[in-house]
């Protein structure tokens, strides 16, 4: 399962009020991503990271903030959620093998903001 | 940038029997691959298939298998022996190596295995 771990598994938040979801993994990967799953859609990219304190703007980016300090976590930060941020978040690493990338998944959390 | 489309929403299968998703993708890029995942009510997202864009032999895996046609930007994935526990969303991806390994998505076919 790549060693991929994400907290908390769900939350329940009011509007206006800052998150953060946390990603860990446990195998010393390079690059991680967070991504949000919407109904009708596919995954989309938030962030990303390419080693620590390196990161990226995803394709939905707006309203989200990312850190990593240490290899093995990658936080998304909602500064002020909004009810549109209601989603699935999905944390991702990319595994390297002798010819390709993969990425594979956290389990996820479900955030509701009311 | 690079899109990838699923037009087929939903789908059904009788267990035991063949079924094929489709997918096409848009991208100016040469090197790319391109993925099948599956997402069961359980929403783990789980790999089911590679492909290396440079690779003229499709990928197979047990019983999934791809039809990757290149010239015409299509990835679809065959399921043989349709099982029960196929029954999830099966999204399509398609990765950039040149941008940070990042993935675009289609917007997923939900996929039921009769018995």
């Known amino acids: 399962d790549a060693g991929i771990t994400q907290s908390p598994r769900h939350k329940v938040t009011e509007t206006g009020t800052p998150v953060t979801l946390r990603c860990h993994q446990t195998e010393n990967h390079r690059y991680m991503y967070w991504y949000r799953q919407d109904p009708g859609h596919g995954l989309r990219l938030i962030h990303y990271?390419?080693?620590?304190?390196?990161?990226d703007k995803g394709e939905v980016s707006d309203g989200y903030s990312v850190s990593r300090s240490k290899t093995e976590d990658f936080l998304l930060t909602l500064e002020s959620a909004t009810s549109s941020q209601t989603s699935v978040y999905f944390c991702a690493i990319s595994e390297s093998d002798r010819t390709q990338e993969t990425q594979y998944f956290g389990p996820g959390t479900r955030l509701l903001v009311l | 940038a690079q899109t990838v489309t699923q037009s087929q929403p939903e789908m059904s299968v009788q267990e035991a029997e063949t079924v094929t998703l489709s997918c096409t993708y848009d991208t100016s890029e040469n090197n790319y691959y391109l993925f099948w995942y599956k997402q069961p009510p359980s929403r783990q997202m789980i790999l089911v298939i590679r492909?290396?864009?440079?690779?003229?032999q499709n990928a197979t895996e047990n019983r999934f298998s791809v039809n990757f046609q290149k010239a015409a930007k299509s990835f679809s994935l065959k399921i043989s022996d349709s099982q029960l526990g196929d029954t999830a969303m099966y999204f399509c991806?398609?990765?950039?190596?040149?941008?940070?390994?990042?993935?675009?998505f289609g917007g997923g076919t939900r996929l039921m295995v009769k018995p």
């Open positions: 990271s390419y080693g620590v304190k390196d990161t």
């Open positions: 492909q290396e864009a440079y690779k003229q």
């Open positions: 991806a398609f990765m950039n190596n040149n941008a940070g390994n990042m993935l675009t």
